[in-house]
């Protein structure tokens, strides 16, 4: 087992590639996921004072997108 | 696919079957790339950063092709979700093509005997970094979207010039990097052996770019009706 973490004496290099990668790729899902929580929140809170005018929007949001 | 409310739905039925894959992918990955495949006869265990240094400069490329392509089809059809498409897939391509750059650094130390060269690889994959920064930094220059869209727009289909560069770059100019060893998927010149984790976190990598893509161009489009009410709220409020 610990002959498997010294990676024939590069651990050093190996470890610290997959770490960097692991860092920051679920460092960037764990920041999209948040910012999309924080969104949806704050949307929620403007439909909730403009319900009617979100469907609205809503409707002419669809027939513009379908050209 | 046009219309948001449909992207919507087709994003959340794909999503599980997403995650499922991505891990799989990486459990299998990490297992072979790891533990199960050979040292090579000159580079010994270092080789294994193989497995995460080359599907990040795939996804990094891959990503960028993304970017100009919404940039063209946006150019010439005016398909808003193009645009959202472009805006979400740029911080992704930015992860990818850092990751290429760092694990390639931490390759090179023991391999080449030094943490960076400036050479035509190297340094083509830096401007693609810089492309990926210049497309968020011009896009929040603006405060007018459809101005921003079509800047960016046009920043990505030029840009689209240092792809070709990037990848001859081993061919045209002298350079400590290697060529490429996967180019014909037919007859590799690389044991099958280090073929197969290398596919399969490439495969990883993937599943995770679209994962990440659905969510960004969820988490933007959820901003741009943001933007409409607040900007409806603020036109009712004045009249």
């Known amino acids: 087992m610990s002959e498997f973490f010294q990676m024939g004496g590069y651990a050093f290099y190996i470890w610290s590639a997959y770490g960097v990668t692991a860092g920051l790729l679920i460092g960037f899902v764990v920041w999209t996921l948040i910012s999309l929580k924080h969104a949806e929140r704050e949307l929620s809170v403007l439909e909730a004072i403009a319900p009617r005018r979100r469907q609205r929007i809503n409707a002419s949001e669809n027939s513009n997108a379908e050209p | ?239």
Not at chain 2, 11 to 32: C, D, K, Q
Not at chain 2, 136 to 144: V, Y
Not at chain 2, 193 to 214: G, H, K, N, S
Request: net charge positive; with cysteine; proline share 5%.
């Open chain 2, 1 to 239: 696919m046009a219309n948001p409310a449909r992207f919507q739905r087709f994003a959340g039925w794909l999503t599980p079957w997403l995650i499922l894959s991505t891990m799989g992918f990486l459990a299998a990955g990490l297992y072979y790339g790891l533990y199960d495949s050979p040292i090579d006869y000159q580079q010994h265990d270092t080789v294994r950063i193989m497995y995460v240094h080359v599907p990040a400069a795939w996804l990094a490329m891959m990503t960028y092709s993304t970017l100009a392509i919404s940039g063209f089809v946006f150019l010439v059809w005016r398909h808003p979700l193009a645009d959202v498409a472009g805006t979400a897939a740029a911080p992704i391509g930015a992860i990818f093509t850092a990751l290429a750059l760092i694990t390639g650094s931490i390759w090179g130390q023991p391999t080449w005997g030094t943490w960076w060269v400036w050479d035509a690889r190297l340094t083509s994959v830096l401007i693609l970094f810089f492309l990926f920064i210049g497309y968020i930094a011009l896009r929040n220059a603006f405060d007018d979207p459809t101005r921003a869209a079509k800047s960016t727009a046009i920043l990505a289909v030029v840009g689209a010039i240092n792809l070709p560069i990037i990848k001859f770059s081993v061919e045209w100019w002298n350079t400590l990097h290697q060529p490429a060893s996967v180019s014909r998927l037919a007859n590799p010149s690389i044991d099958p052996a280090m073929l197969r984790p290398l596919l399969l976190m490439a495969a990883c990598y993937f599943c995770l770019f679209l994962l990440a893509l659905l969510f960004r161009m969820r988490l933007e489009l959820v901003r741009r009706r943001i933007i409409a009410l607040q900007f409806t709220r603020a036109g009712s409020a004045e009249a």
